[in-house]
C-alpha cells in the first residue's frame, strides 16, 4: 500500500530574489559588491531549498509476521527553519512504532521527518506533525517522536547561548499510555530515563 504525500506549491522565485536584493540595501550593504551580486539569488534559493519537501511515496507493506515490538529509526539528523527568525535549528529524531497490520518501509520515517522539517517550523509542531501523520496513515498501535535541537536563534543571536538542547516529544497510543514500552523507546534511543522521570 501507498501513500502519496505532496510537494507544497512552489514559492515565486523571482519575487523571493527581488526581496533579499532589497534586504540588502535596506541593510546599507552595496549589492553590487563583487560577492554580494549573486547573493539575492543565493539566499532566495537557499530559502526555497529549505521550505521545499522532496515528493514521496510512503510505502507501506503488510506486517504478515505479526512483529508486534518497537521498530525504532533513531539519530536521524535533521534540519528546519524557525518560523520566529528564519534561522535553521538542527538536531537529531528518535522516530519509533508498535506495528499493528501494517509496517512501513524504514526510509520513510526518515522521509516524513524531512517533508515536515522542510517549512517555517516550531518544533513542538514539527514533533507533532511527524507522530500525528505516522499514527493516522500506518494505523499503529503506538508512535513515539523525539527531537533534541539546537536553535541558532539562541545560540547565533538574541541570548547566545551555544550548545543547548531543546528536547520535544510526542506520543500515541500505547506508547502514550504505557510507561514501560515508553521506556523501552528512550531507552534504545540512547536518550536512558532522563524523560520518563520528567528530569
Ligand atoms: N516554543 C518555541 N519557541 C521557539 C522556537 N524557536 C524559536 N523560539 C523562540 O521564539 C521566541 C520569540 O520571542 P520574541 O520575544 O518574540 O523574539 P525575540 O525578541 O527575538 O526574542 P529573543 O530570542 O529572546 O531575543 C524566542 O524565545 C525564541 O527562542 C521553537 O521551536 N519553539
Ligand atoms: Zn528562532
Known sequence: ???AVAARPAPDRELAIAAVAQLLQALGRDPDAPHLADTPRRVADALIEML????????????????DSLVLVRDIPFTSLCEHHLLPFHGTAHIGYLP??????????????EYFSHALQV???????????????????????VLQAEHQCMAA????????????????????????ARAEFLTLSGIGAALEEGN
Do not use: C
Request: charged share 25%.
Open 1 to 3: 500500500m501507498v501513500h
Open 157 to 180: 543571536r538574541g541570548v547566545r547561548v551555544s550548545g543547548t538542547r531543546t528536547t520535544t516529544s510526542a506520543w500515541h497510543g500505547e506508547l502514550r499510555s504505557d510507561r514501560t
Open 100 to 113: 499493528g497490520e501494517r509496517i512501513i518501509g524504514l526510509s520513510k520515517l526518515a522521509r516524513i521527518l
Open 52 to 67: 521545499t519537501p522532496g515528493e514521496f511515496t510512503a510505502t507501506t507493506f503488510e506486517n504478515e509476521a505479526g512483529y
Open 123 to 145: 518544533q513542538e509542531r514539527l514533533t507533532q506533525q511527524v507522530a500525528d501523520w505516522l499514527q493516522e496513515e500506518l494505523g499503529a498501535r503506538g508512535v513515539g517522536v
